[in-house]
């Protein structure tokens, strides 16, 4: 099946540092990479979509200079957190669509990020 | 709105079968999705449905009325690696999967 990976895995880092999280789809091309995040015991929380080539649409409360996404290949995707904060904290989840299998959506396997 | 309504938690136990049930109101629709997340943990694909009627995977079954805004997953022969959270996300008009907050699922021996 499509696999997906996230990278890295684990991270701290202290307040006012910038993280970047990298985001592959290893066996297939995703034209579209969705960034999400989750808070403990909360649902998925969709961040913004990332077009290849284009600009990630954010979501409403999203604010996108903080939370920078480059898609500049059909496998990468990257979300950089600026300028982190406590309350950044949380578990950051990528997943890439394979358009030729029904819209599926593939999920990495996520970053743990903790601003201290 | 958009909006899903699955059960917050159930519990089953070891070795029965369990329905979960989800109903889901979306702008449009282009199919509906169950995934299974463990704790700390991404989501990882269970089934698709599109038609309505029932796609059966092994031990697992999802079933799809698209008349009535209603999907369930049914799980049998459970097993204690099945304590999971499941997730309903149906895919609305511009093929954005909408999330809810899951049904978490205990196993008890």
């Known amino acids: 099946g499509a696999v997906v990976s996230q990278h890295p895995s684990r991270v701290i880092c202290k307040s006012g540092t910038s993280v970047k999280i990298e985001c592959r789809s290893l066996?297939?091309?995703?034209?579209?990479m969705f960034w999400y995040r989750q808070f403990p015991k909360q649902s998925l929380m969709l961040m913004a979509t990332s077009n290849e080539g284009s600009k990630a649409t954010y979501e409403q409360g999203v604010e996108k200079d903080k939370f920078l996404i480059n898609h500049a290949s059909l496998t990468l995707s990257t979300l950089t957190v600026t300028s982190a904060h406590p309350e950044d904290s949380s578990f950051y989840i990528c997943?890439?669509?394979?358009?030729?299998?029904?819209?599926?959506?593939?999920f990495g396997p996520g970053t743990r990020l903790t601003v201290t | 709105g958009q909006n899903i309504d699955q059960p917050t938690e159930m519990t089953a136990t070891e070795g029965a079968i369990v329905q979960i049930n989800c109903t889901y109101q979306t702008s449009g629709f282009n199919g509906l999705f169950w995934y299974q997340q463990h704790a700390g943990e991404a989501p990882t694909f269970l089934s698709y449905n599109v038609l309505d009627g029932l796609e059966e995977k092994g031990r697992f079954s999802s079933f799809l009325s698209r008349s009535k805004g209603y999907s369930y997953l049914l799980l049998k022969e459970l097993q204690m690696k099945d304590s999971a959270s499941y997730l309903c996300a149906p895919m609305d008009s511009n093929y954005q999967l909408i999330w809810g907050a899951g049904t978490k699922l205990i196993i008890k021996p």
């Open positions: 997943s890439a669509r394979d358009v030729s299998k029904d819209y599926e959506q593939y």
């Open positions: 066996d297939f091309q995703a034209t579209t």
